[in-house]
């Protein structure tokens, strides 16, 4: 398969199949469990002190024809708290993400610091406002010489000598650029419920990208709108109801779902069995179901989207989706709602 194809397909996995001249940022299902990728107001958010969250998304067209890799790991946390006053504090995260195809023969790489900051707004702590700064690096690779070409196809087999007959020189161009985010978050916090709403942006200016210096092929900004609720239905049943609107340049998506979580035992860290559903809505619809578990400080879930495209659509119906996410927690000493599920 000649490169220019291989990599519009993949352009097509990581745009969400938006063959458009913009690229779009990686993005999860289980957006909750990536909070940095959402905004940055969001480090050191929740009732622990320090958490570490990795995620693994595998994409794939057909019989794995071509896939795409995710994987992300951040740690983030409270840095700084109010001597008289734990609820104002100061945050930090550290997130790496990176988008990995082509047998290794595409990579994208992205580093993102972020710093936060959280105010009560009342003497019970129940309204507070975070706001949050970070800086991200994005670095893009294409190893031409680990591409299979067509032309290198003989008639016994495919024999690595033989010339590409590409222009390989063309990829030297390895593009790097800095970039900022900002957000702002709102949060509500009783012993019963807690409830998020923020606004962020990512990369304010457009910004290129393209392993062949096309200055067409662009980063643009996006922005998210994101809403979080949870609360006790009874003693033993947690719901949380979450959602965020991405836009884009042109591709405008919405995820929105819930989780109800089984509470095993009436205890300070108990073990809590998930289920939930989200619908998503953008450049594909997706209905996509969560299953995970919380033990202790540690919390696991898997999903997999269920494509519901019109049939006809063929750039999405072979799409293939499903991730993973791992969570380690330090629990916090504050009393709050205890987490069974995201933060």
Known sequence: MKKNIVLFLLIGIVSGINYSASAQDPSFSQFYASPLNISPALAGSGSADWRVITNFRNQSIGNQIISLNTTSLSFDGKIIKQQYRSSNYLGMGLMVLQDAGLAGAYRNNIA?????????????????????????????????????????????????????????????????????????????????????????????????????????????????????????????????????????????????????????????LPTVLNAGLWYRKGTTTSIIPYLGIMYKNMQAGITYDININNAKDNSTSLLRTFELSLIFRKPGKNGRLMDSFGK
């Open 112 to 268: 993102q610091l972020s710093v936060s900051s959280h105010v009560s707004l009342d003497e019970e702590d129940n309204h507070g406002i975070s706001a949050g700064l970070g800086v991200v690096y994005n670095n893009t690779i294409v190893k031409p010489d680990m591409i299979d070409y067509s032309s290198q196809i003989s008639f016994n087999g495919f024999d690595p000598n033989i010339s590409t007959l590409e222009d390989l020189a063309m990829f030297n161009y390895r593009p790097n650029y800095f970039s900022v985010t900002a957000g702002l978050c709102y949060t509500f916090t009783s012993d019963k419920a807690n409830f998020d709403l923020g606004v962020s942006g990512y990369r304010f200016t457009a910004k290129n990208r393209s392993v062949l210096g096309n200055q067409k092929i662009l980063d643009q900004p996006r922005y998210n709108v994101h809403a979080d609720f949870q609360t006790y239905l009874n003693d033993r049943l947690v719901v949380n109801i979450n959602t965020v609107y991405t836009s884009e340049s042109y591709a405008n998506t919405m995820v929105v779902g819930a989780n109800f979580g089984r509470i095993m035992a009436l205890e300070d």
